[in-house]
């Protein structure tokens, strides 16, 4: 079992920035992929920012020149930078892990809550 965890959301003023921090632990061998998801009130699950299993990153155009994803591989860690944040950054987000070399499968964490307002 693996278990995926999200922190650093919370409420900031438009133009502020916050950090997301997601860890992956248990039985872990091999992570192929990490990246991170939001869903907006109403809206449906969205990619914003991801690492494939080649290392490279992919990036919504929404987000693109405003966050940066980022890892430490030792560590099984994610991190997301989201700076000059928009109203429309509100959602929760969701870090997954897909884990495994033969046996692959993805785990998601709870969430955490990123609110951008005056």
């Known amino acids: 079992q693996v278990h995926v965890v999200e922190s650093g959301g919370g409420l900031v003023q438009p133009g502020g920035s916050l950090r997301l921090s997601c860890a992956a632990s248990g039985s872990i061998f091999s992570i192929n992929a990490m990246g991170w998801y939001r869903q907006a009130p109403g809206k449906q699950r969205e990619v914003v920012a991801t690492?494939?299993?080649?290392?490279?990153?992919n990036y919504a155009s929404s987000v693109k020149g405003r966050f940066t994803i980022s890892r430490d591989n030792a560590k099984n860690t994610v991190y997301l930078q989201m700076n000059s944040l928009k109203p429309e950054d509100t959602a929760v987000y969701y870090c997954?892990?897909?884990?495994?070399?033969?046996?692959?499968?993805?785990?998601w964490g709870q969430g955490t809550q990123v609110t951008v307002s005056s």
């Open positions: 690492f494939t299993s080649g290392g490279s990153t």
């Open positions: 997954y892990a897909t884990v495994g070399t033969r046996d692959i499968r993805t785990y």
